[in-house]
């Protein structure tokens, strides 16, 4: 997950409102559910000990979201009476909380704002295609290709002059999927789509395939409906986790061997909090692997003013210079050290590795 969108949270000091609301139910109730769940937060935030124009401003955001038709949730995050970032999640929370800390608490997001594949769903025929792009928060159309029109269907006959015809329906047909893959080409690169997913007849979606540019190839999935109407949002969602455990197991994958050192005793990989936060330290954090009901991502740790300025004992930070200090969660503090130093973060549900649910990917020195 880029974790850059997240910058706007740490240009701005603490402590701060984080709030998770699930949009996914909508009833005729929902109004009313929303405006009590406003006022639960507001109280919520309050008896932690946030100030009164924070519990305002969280407040009125969650109001605000009473007739709100997202699919799935939204984050607030606020500080000093205004809501600073509010992204869509794209998987519905497990329940609406709020919490009022020194740091924005970020993690969730890692499950209910990111790995959301955007896919391009190419319906195809002999004539040509339409495409629609998908990811979870819906689909609109994007767009697609009509090729040549005449001959496009075969004969029975086997006189010369119908075999002649059938060669122009194969040339007709070749035209077309070589104008389709093109045209899907532009789809993804203008969309950046992580997944191409063909729907249509067997040959149809072969020919399309094998006229892709080769970069683009690992990416296509064969609808498993095969032809038919707009394809089913449980094809696209089956598809687009498939896509996600593969892209994690890959991660993890590189973690098992990265913890093993080289010949030089240097290992590409870390796991737990006193590596972690070391490695976060000296700026070699290159991706961060997080399991967010790991034991070592709800671990108090000591944090300073700046993203830096992070350390697993509170002495250790006075050696640092920092003359403030505060607790943190582990999770939230390596992830502030990561967007301050541009690195990623994964969500992972992998229950042995990393051991204790916090590990990372180094850079290379």
Not at 202 to 229: F, Y
Request: with cysteine; aromatic share 4%.
């Amino acid at each position: 997950m880029d974790l850059a969108f997240l910058h706007p949270l740490y240009e701005r000091p603490g402590p701060w409102a984080s709030v998770y609301v699930d949009t996914s139910r909508h009833t005729e109730d929902t109004p009313h559910e929303r405006r009590l769940t406003a006022r639960a937060m507001a109280r919520g935030l309050a008896s932690q000990g946030a100030d009164e124009a924070t519990c305002r401003a969280a407040r009125s955001a969650v109001e605000d979201l009473r007739h709100s038709s997202e699919p799935h949730g939204r984050a607030l995050f606020a500080r000093a009476g205004e809501v600073v970032l509010d992204p869509p999640l794209v998987r519905a929370p497990r329940a609406d909380r709020a919490e009022w800390a020194p740091l924005p608490r970020v993690a969730p997001l890692l499950e209910l704002a990111g790995e959301d594949p955007v896919c391009v769903v190419a319906y195809v025929d002999r004539k040509g295609a339409d495409f629609e792009l998908r990811n979870a928060l819906g689909r609109e159309d994007a767009g697609g290709v009509t090729g040549r029109q005449w001959p496009v269907h075969r004969t029975s006959s086997v006189d010369w002059s119908e075999r002649h015809f059938q060669l122009r329906v194969e040339n007709t047909w070749e035209h077309n999927a070589a104008e389709i893959a093109d045209a899907l080409a532009v789809c993804q690169e203008e969309t950046r789509a992580d997944l191409l997913i063909l729907v249509g007849e067997d040959r149809e979606r072969k020919s399309v395939r094998e006229r892709l540019p080769k970069r683009l190839r690992d990416l296509v999935v064969d609808a498993p409906h095969g032809t038919g109407s707009r394809l089913l949002d449980a094809d696209v969602e089956r598809a687009r986790a498939e896509h996600v455990a593969r892209r994690a197991e890959a991660e993890l994958d590189r973690f098992r061997a990265g913890r093993t050192p080289d010949d030089e005793g240097r290992a590409a990989a870390v796991e737990g909090v006193p590596a972690l936060v070391e490695a976060a330290r000296e700026h070699r954090v290159d991706e961060l692997l997080i399991r967010v009901d790991g034991p070592d991502a709800h671990r108090q740790v000591w944090i300073g003013e700046d993203a830096d300025q992070l350390a697993v004992r509170r002495t250790d930070l006075k050696i640092l210079g920092e003359q403030h200090a505060w607790p943190a969660r582990a999770d939230d503090a390596l992830i502030r050290s990561a967007v301050a130093t541009d690195a990623s973060a994964l969500s992972v549900s992998e229950q042995e590795v990393p051991v204790g649910g916090l590990g990372a990917l180094l850079r290379r020195p």
